[in-house]
């Protein structure tokens, strides 16, 4: 009687999300696909890919908490370091290498399981130990290796090539993969969205708990400290997605990584905006809260953060499939740019405030970007597209024209950066829009800044986060019994 495997999950803890390994297989059914469709690729091809090293902290050998290679994590789920992985681009197998055991390392850390249970584990077809990649490969007789190379578009960085001892015995391409691999990130599979809302899910609850607990007198970092608590403790999201910005008063402006800014304690009177979003099995998310810090908005706290919700929830309506990027950036700015004149900060016609780029003066980077494995994720630029070298729009992460299954962030934001507003002062083209005495109340709310997670749907889009954002929601959630 034929045995049946047991499917396998990834799930820290009990009360976390459970998610399928199959996850990894069809994305790997994806890229095969996509390179069997690519005539530059020959029969017999095989994809190469290298895993993340552990690494200690500078010079000692205290370890940092391991986190896998996106590319790697992508293709194959892998957990433990130092690992390559090869899929046969013809017949999608799966082939797992992972370092081989030292002599008398069960003495430290104990029995562990075995190749076989590796298999099953990630559910490939073969796994050896790395010393056998090249009598593995050789038996396999590759028309080509495909390997890993290419920049990064968001953050300019080169990813990791895999690289093996003797590997000079194949016939190598670093040139194919890249595009390739990327453009299938770009576009979220139903396994993947199902990871994605749990992040969003623990973060947007882990918000929530921020915003009841945060009082004046408390400093920036206890409250980052309460969101990472959350996301771990309920939520067994060991990783944020990226680096908490925590900012009150006058540094909403301009959020920044300091030791001031970080440890400031928070003042009555003062607007908070926390950044923060975590990740649950290498997926991210990403949003941003601002509010009040003693749970009363201000007339004039209440006119900035009405805007800018205004403003992020007209993209969310306007878009669909078909849609510019950049086109949507544009209508951000149109609609801050006519809440400020309302307002009576701004005076004169938008259209021409629009011409010369004003709104970048209040928001002077990009609408929002992708995410996925990443928090800003790869696919942003991909050949062909070129940035638009104009003030705000030259900050986006991407200016693709979207499309059904990619996951984008949607933040603008009113920032009230000095240096940016006075240089607009100066110039003679453009400080005739300014009502300064106006301006000189807006100083101290500093800036708000609203962040969603949406996917883009066949006919508009599906709202990944859930924390309070009108006016009357967050006073309601900030005057509950903490």
């Not at 194959?76 to 081989?100: N, Q, Y």
């Not at 006119?303 to 800018?308: L, M, N, S, V």
């Not at 499309?403 to 962030?409: F, I, K, N």
């Amino acid at each position: 009687m034929a045995t049946v495997e047991t499917k396998s999950f990834y799930q820290f803890g009990t009360s976390s999300l459970a998610v399928p390994l199959s996850l990894h297989a069809i994305n790997r059914r994806r890229l095969c696909k996509r390179l069997t469709n690519n005539t530059a690729v020959p029969k017999g091809a095989i994809i190469l890919l290298q895993g993340g090293e552990q690494h200690q902290r500078y010079c000692t050998d205290v370890d940092v908490v391991f986190r896998q290679e996106s590319f790697f994590h992508w293709a194959f789920g892998v957990l433990e370091t130092g690992c390559f992985g090869a899929v046969e681009v013809d017949s999608t197998c799966a082939i797992l290498f992972f370092p081989k055991p030292p002599p008398g390392y069960p003495k430290w850390v104990g029995m562990k399981n075995g190749l076989e249970h590796l298999r099953k584990r990630y559910e490939v077809e073969e796994v050896y130990y790395i010393n056998q990649i090249v009598d593995v490969l050789d038996k396999k007789n590759p028309s080509v290796l495909l390997t890993l190379k290419g920049i990064n578009t968001d953050s300019r960085h080169i990813c990791k090539e895999a690289i093996f001892e003797n590997m000079n015995k194949f016939h190598v391409d670093n040139t194919i993969l890249h595009p390739e691999i990327s453009e299938c990130r770009v576009f979220k599979t139903t396994q993947e969205l199902d990871v994605i809302r749990y992040a969003n899910k623990i973060s947007s609850k882990a918000h929530k708990e921020v915003m009841k607990h945060v009082r004046p007198g408390m400093t920036t970092y206890q409250g980052e400290s309460l969101f990472q608590h959350y996301c771990f403790y309920h939520g067994g999201c060991r990783h944020l997605a990226y680096n908490c910005l925590m900012a009150s008063g006058v540094d909403c402006a301009c959020p920044s990584h300091t030791v001031e800014v970080d440890s400031k304690v928070i003042q009555d009177g003062d607007m908070c905006l926390f950044d923060m979003g975590c990740e649950y099995y290498c997926y991210a998310s990403d949003i941003t809260c601002s509010f009040p810090a003693n749970g009363k908005f201000t007339d004039d706290q209440r006119k900035i953060y009405e805007i800018c919700l205004r403003a992020n929830r007209g993209v969310m309506a306007a878009i669909k499939p078909g849609v510019s990027w950049a086109d949507m950036h544009r209508l951000a700015d149109r609609i801050q740019l006519k809440g400020l004149r309302d307002i009576g900060l701004l005076e004169g016609d938008v259209n021409e405030m629009m011409k010369l780029h004003l709104g970048a003066v209040f928001m002077p980077y990009g609408l929002g970007h992708l995410m996925g494995v990443d928090v800003h994720d790869v696919g942003g630029y991909p050949k062909g597209t070129e940035r638009i070298n104009e003030p705000g729009l030259r900050s986006l992460r991407t200016i693709r024209v979207l499309e059904e299954g990619m996951v984008l962030t949607i933040e603008p934001g009113i920032h009230f950066i000095r240096g940016l507003v006075e240089e607009a002062l100066e110039n003679s083209d453009t400080a005739c829009f300014f009502n300064r005495e106006v301006l000189d109340r807006f100083w101290r709310v500093g800036g708000v800044h609203i962040e969603d997670d949406i996917v883009v749907t066949s006919d508009g889009v599906e709202l990944l986060t859930d924390v309070p954002r009108t006016v009357d929601e967050i006073e309601a959630l900030m005057a509950q019994e903490s």
